[in-house]
């Protein structure tokens, strides 16, 4: 059975579940976060815990690394696999010239010549940047889920419609793992679908 939710239950249902991902994860202390409705409007709530806290933490796949964020709706998105509203991060728009890392273990997920604007909604790339920057779940309903390989952080999905081959730079394709999903003939190049609550962008050289 299909239950439906108004937004502003939704809204409520993410707040609590941002919450209980801070308390079950991390402690009681967390950062402002703002949760928005399908009207754009936000909830806000902080406490003092900095956003950039290191506390060990361990992977089921027993990769250590450092924790990184205390923010919930990063918690939410991370660990709960919770889906931002479309058009909100800010990643969505401007150029960038760096890397893109998981915003939980500092992973490397993301080169920016990779990044494009797909009209999703959401920030969304043509390929990732190494080996091991992914891990790929295929989901009840067919899509598949990609995840941050080293902490096994929910960051989005990756769909089989992003750019054709001749669209991008020839070195920069040559650059992308055998790892990365291809479509049928390798008519279109993958498309990472990303929450931008899920990263954190450095410039180049940091």
């Known amino acids: 059975m299909k239950i439906l939710l108004s937004a502003s239950t939704q809204s409520k249902v993410l707040l609590v579940a941002s919450i209980a991902a801070v308390l079950v994860l991390g402690g009681e202390s967390f950062v402002q976060a703002k949760l928005f409705d399908k009207s754009g409007k936000g909830m806000c ?5 900095g956003d950039e806290t290191d506390v060990e933490a361990q992977s089921s796949n027993a990769q250590s690394f450092k924790r990184l964020t205390w923010d919930p709706l990063r918690l939410a998105v991370l660990r709960l696999g919770f889906t931002e509203w479309p058009a909100t991060s800010r990643f969505n728009h401007g150029k960038y010239n760096g890397e893109f890392t998981c915003a939980y273990c500092g992973n490397l997920l993301f080169d920016s010549n990779a990044k494009y604007d797909s009209r999703s909604g959401w920030p969304s790339f043509w390929r990732s940047a190494t080996d091991t920057s992914m891990a790929y779940k295929m989901e009840l309903g067919g899509r598949l889920e990609c995840r941050c390989q080293k902490c096994e952080s929910h960051l989005g999905h990756v769909f089989l419609d992003g750019p054709t081959p ?7 394709l040559a650059e992308s793992p055998a790892s990365d999903p291809r479509s049928k003939n390798n008519r279109y190049l993958p498309r990472f679908c990303i929450n931008g609550a899920a990263i954190k962008f450095r410039d180049r050289g940091e």
């Open 45 to 49: 709530f902080s406490k003092t815990k």
């Open 166 to 172: 001749s669209s991008v730079e020839s070195p920069l």
